[in-house]
């Protein structure tokens, strides 16, 4: 999937992915990649600044862990993002549910 | 992770600190993710069969170029947030200013004392009197005064060189405040928020008000002969310098302004 096509779905990916747990930014585009069986590969510097924004709007909380001496910031996810999961999944599968009713027709 | 790939990481993590901006609490936490994402992301490809120079290349490939990745930290331009700050800095800036030039007017005072006495600058304009319990203060402040006038005039000169020496040490420390404000915030593109020239415009003006102010406080004792002219006589000089700086500075803008402008043809 082209890296444009995937920027606008970020924040909705990234929320999934925390839903199921909290993790480390590694861990969070490995999960990515591998949930999607690669079709999500965008540059992993990318993935930091939403990470960040999504924690300054109140979706994420973060905090240090120690990672075999080395210091890491994991992340999960709040109520307010757990609202927020929920609101876009409803606006993502009404999204998708027209885009396939108009594909289906146009073919 | 072995020396060659934590040298590849090393010099990424020296150019993202080099691009990024903001605090530095902020641009520290981003520098440890990154390091952290960069050292497993070797660890990884190590282990799926790369050498380590292969695996940091690989690493730091797909992690995005710094000065890319740098810009995507920025945060997101905020219209209020910046005329804020701009306020902010303006008003230092002529906080500054001001409590400086008071710092210049105590000097002159000083002058003005030494060149026709404290009397001048600081005594008490006619009908002013002192109880004796003011007047034993005044005296045990100034025991080399003879009467109490004097010691009154003797501590109130003081009081006006020392207060005003004072307020020019804060300005100056708000002006170099100010001035290292500017010089950290750096950006690419100054978004101009608040008019050109407002800050010498409103800086005439309250200067040019004070002076005026302060030239009808020293007239009546001027006039009468009486001394304490010389406090409002320096101050309103100095602002009066001050405010004439402001408008020239605030023409010069304009001027500058215009020369700016494109040329309008006529038909």
């Known amino acids: ?107 | 992770m072995g020396h060659m790939s934590a040298d590849a990481v090393d010099r990424y993590l020296d150019e993202l600190l080099a691009a990024l901006d903001g605090r530095a609490a902020d641009i520290r936490r981003v520098l440890v993710e990154v390091d952290d994402h960069l050292t497993e992301a070797v660890r990884a490809g190590v282990e799926e069969g790369l050498d380590e120079r292969a695996a940091a290349a690989r690493a730091i490939e797909r992690f995005g170029p710094p000065r890319v990745v740098a810009r995507r930290f920025a945060r997101p331009f905020s219209p209020g947030r910046e005329l804020a700050t701009q306020l902010v800095l303006a008003v230092l800036l002529l906080a500054g200013v001001g409590m400086t030039t008071v710092g210049v007017s105590g000097a002159v005072a000083a002058g003005m004392g030494a060149a026709f006495g404290q009397q001048f600058v600081s005594g008490d304009h006619a009908g002013v009197t002192y109880t004796p319990a003011r007047c034993a203060e005044y005296r045990a402040l100034e025991p080399g005064a003879a009467t109490c006038e004097e010691a009154a005039t003797r501590h109130h000169f003081g009081e006006v060189v020392q207060y005003r020496a004072a307020a020019g040490v804060v300005g100056l420390a708000a002006l170099a405040a100010s001035a290292l404000v500017r010089r950290r915030r750096r950006q690419a593109i100054l978004v101009r928020l608040l008019p050109e020239g407002l800050v010498p415009a409103v800086a005439a003006a309250l200067f040019g008000v004070a002076a005026a102010a302060l030239a009808l406080d020293a007239v009546t004792p001027l006039l009468a002969g009486e001394g304490g002219a010389g406090a409002s006589l320096s101050a309103a000089i100095v602002a009066a310098v001050a405010g004439a700086i402001g408008a020239g500075t605030f023409v010069r803008t304009l001027g500058v302004r215009a020369e700016r402008q494109p040329a309008q043809s006529s038909m």
């Open chain 1, 1 to 107: 999937m082209r890296a444009e096509q995937l920027k606008g779905h970020l924040d909705l990916l990234l929320l999934s992915v925390l839903a199921r747990g909290p993790a480390h930014g590694y861990a969070v585009i490995a999960a990515l990649r591998d949930g999607s069986s690669g079709a999500f590969d965008l540059p992993e510097g990318t993935v930091y600044p939403a990470l960040h924004r999504l924690e300054s709007e109140g979706l994420l909380a973060s905090s240090w862990g120690d990672a075999g001496g080395r210091r890491r910031r994991v992340y999960r996810l709040t109520g307010a993002g757990a609202a927020a999961l929920r609101a876009r999944r409803r606006e993502w599968e009404t999204f998708a549910g027209s885009v396939r009713a108009v594909v289906g027709w146009a073919t």
